[in-house]
């Protein structure tokens, strides 16, 4: 993601516009970003995720909350199995999710959150 697009993002969303929150670090929320997307996400549970193409994903969910049912049928962590599984034929262990660092746990979601949108 070029600099300049960067910068605007952040001023953007320097402030969590769920909770008017500007901390990032210990715990209490991030900013990440790569070549690829832009990350912002809040200990509130905001978390918006911007791709490079334009497309913008807004989550209710985080990762304190792998437990939680994210739609009627699955949690956050049976998602994570079986979005794995469809569609790259292995499998994820609770093991491996829960060793899982919280940006790379995000980006896995995010990862697979873009896979479906495709
Ligand atoms: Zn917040």
């Not at 739609?71 to 790259?88: A, G, H, M, P, V």
């Not at 499998?91 to 899982?100: A, C, F, M």
Request: proline share 1%; charged share 35%.
């Amino acid at each position: 993601m070029k600099a300049m697009k960067v910068i605007e993002l952040n001023n953007k969303y320097a402030i969590c516009p769920k909770c008017g929150s500007d901390k990032v670090g210990n715990g209490e929320g991030g900013i990440y970003n790569d070549e690829y997307k832009y990350i912002r996400y809040c200990k509130c549970g905001y978390k918006i995720t911007i791709f490079e193409n334009g497309i913008e994903l807004e989550e209710k969910t985080n990762i304190s909350q792998l437990d939680k049912k994210v739609n009627q049928e699955e949690t956050l962590r049976d998602f994570i199995k079986n979005s794995y599984k469809d569609f790259y034929e292995d499998e994820l262990t609770d093991e491996y999710i829960d060793r899982l660092a919280e940006v790379k746990l995000t980006e896995l979601v995010d990862h697979l959150d873009y896979l479906w949108t495709k």
